[in-house]
């Protein structure tokens, strides 16, 4: 064998090893933007023996009807109906908005918010349709919180769950960038700034999922 053959495969062993020694965990969506949060937020927690894999690995897979009437209900169906499935230790969350002046509303129904305006799981649609609802509502009455229910699940339904919670209010135009999903109507007043405004880093740090996922960080820490 050439010497700069077996140089080559000298330098691949480790990184193969490594590999191995990696524990994998699936995070039950098919969402990138989310993925890749969570993976931000992981890696900030020090978990990178952990490798996070999403639903994109199992294409053929029919996700559960998400019927909970609460987010934590909801992360539960989801992460056990995939753990099952794919035989592996499973993150699931689910995520949304409740304004107080809307009673609580998108709640569970936000990525659908606007499916009665025939636009189903479209950010852009949901964000106007928020905006839509609010149009006659003072901005002292515009509170408003991000919720983020996760879970972890066994292949043998042994199941735990955390929520995370940010403050904030809707405000009447968009800002920012960055982010996906509401983040550019909502407003952290401590900030100054939406949301879609924020560094990734302080994102992840602050908002209702970068709670959720260190909770979760620290129960696999604790496993």
Same mark, same amino acid.
């Given at each position: 064998?050439?010497?700069?053959?077996?140089?080559?495969?000298?330098?691949?062993?480790?990184?193969?090893?490594?590999?191995?020694?990696?524990?994998?965990?699936?995070?039950?969506?098919?969402?990138?933007?989310?993925?890749?949060?969570?993976?931000?937020?992981?890696?900030?927690?020090?978990?990178?023996?952990?490798?996070?894999?999403?639903?994109?690995?199992?294409?053929?897979?029919?996700?559960?009807?998400?019927?909970?009437?609460? *987010?934590?209900?909801?992360? &539960?169906?989801?992460?056990?109906?995939?753990?099952?499935?794919?035989? &592996? &230790?499973? &993150?699931?969350?689910?995520?949304?908005?409740?304004?107080?002046?809307?009673?609580?509303?998108?709640?569970?129904?936000?990525?659908?918010?606007?499916?009665?305006?025939?636009?189903?799981?479209?950010?852009?649609?949901?964000?106007?349709?928020?905006?839509?609802?609010?149009?006659?509502?003072?901005?002292?009455?515009?509170?408003?919180? *991000?919720?983020?229910?996760?879970?972890?699940?066994?292949?043998?339904?042994?199941?735990?769950?955390?929520?995370?919670?940010?403050?904030?209010?809707?405000?009447? +135009?968009?800002?920012? +960038?960055?982010? *996906?999903?509401?983040?550019?109507? *909502?407003?952290?007043?401590?900030?100054?700034?939406?949301?879609?405004?924020?560094?990734?880093?302080?994102?992840?740090?602050?908002?209702?999922?970068?709670?959720?996922?260190?909770?979760?960080?620290?129960?696999?820490?604790?496993?």
């Amino acid at each position: 064998m050439p010497a700069a053959q077996t140089q080559a495969l000298s330098q691949d062993k480790p990184l193969r090893q490594e590999k191995q020694r990696q524990k994998k965990l699936l995070v039950a969506t098919a969402n990138a933007h989310k993925l890749q949060e969570i993976r931000d937020i992981f890696a900030t927690c020090g978990m990178n023996h952990w490798l996070l894999i999403g639903l994109d690995h199992y294409p053929h897979y029919v996700p559960p009807l998400e019927n909970g009437a609460t *987010f934590a209900e909801n992360a &539960l169906i989801k992460a056990t109906a995939a753990a099952r499935m794919s035989g &592996l &230790l499973t &993150l699931a969350d689910d995520s949304g908005l409740m304004v107080d002046a809307l009673a609580g509303a998108p709640g569970v129904h936000s990525a659908r918010y606007a499916a009665d305006w025939g636009a189903d799981h479209d950010d852009a649609a949901n964000r106007k349709k928020l905006l839509a609802a609010l149009a006659q509502t003072a901005d002292e009455q515009r509170g408003a919180a *991000f919720i983020c229910a996760a879970a972890l699940a066994t292949p043998a339904a042994e199941t735990a769950s955390v929520e995370g919670r940010c403050e904030g209010r809707i405000i009447r +135009e968009e800002r920012g +960038e960055g982010g *996906f999903g509401y983040d550019s109507l *909502f407003f952290l007043p401590g900030l100054g700034q939406t949301m879609a405004e924020l560094s990734a880093a302080v994102k992840n740090e602050l908002s209702h999922r970068g709670q959720a996922m260190r909770q979760i960080a620290a129960l696999l820490t604790r496993a």
